[in-house]
């Protein structure tokens, strides 16, 4: 079984290519994924310089690809649901280089805006569930106010 599930920030933006033979497009970014550790061991850590989070490569495909370099952007917090992928290739230098990724299959938007306005705000805005922007993707999260919450 290889299955991925990941949360996390983006450390850039993501780069929209396509391939030669196809011309399939794909996007590529990282996400910063935090270790889940207790407040007092990531003070400790960040005092030694150490990392508190998890930095993977993320690689998306097809319309998903084409949605994720519109709509997120650096810091901006988003759900992967995806499979392992690994591969060497050899470098310009003639040294062998490994690479794990994670090929997301399935992306959601936890908070995002299209990049051609301004910075959205937290929650779903000025969206509209039917268009045809979000192919492939599901509605963004919503923080809860401590009013709704059940428990």
């Given at each position: 079984m290889n299955s991925v599930i990941l949360i996390g920030r983006l450390i850039k933006d993501p780069e929209?290519?396509?391939t030669q033979n196809s011309n399939s497009g794909y996007a590529r970014f990282t996400i910063a994924v935090d270790k889940?550790?207790?407040?007092?061991?990531?003070?400790?850590?960040?005092?030694?310089g150490q990392a508190t989070a998890d930095f993977i490569n993320i690689v998306v495909w097809g319309k998903q690809a084409e949605n994720c370099q519109k709509f997120l952007q650096k810091g901006k917090n988003v759900a992967i649901q995806g499979r392992l992928q690994s591969g060497s290739y050899t470098a310009s230098d003639g040294t062998r280089r490994f690479v794990t990724e994670v090929w997301a299959e399935r992306v959601?938007?936890?908070?995002?805006?299209?990049?051609?306005q301004k910075p959205a705000t937290?929650?779903?805005?000025?969206f509209d569930s039917n268009s045809s922007d979000t192919n492939g993707f599901d509605l963004p999260f919503q923080d809860a106010q401590d009013e709704e919450l059940p428990f």
């Open positions: 929209l290519r396509y889940g550790m207790s407040k007092e061991k990531k003070q400790e850590m960040e005092a030694k959601q938007f936890i908070d995002w805006s299209d990049r051609t937290q929650g779903f805005g000025s």
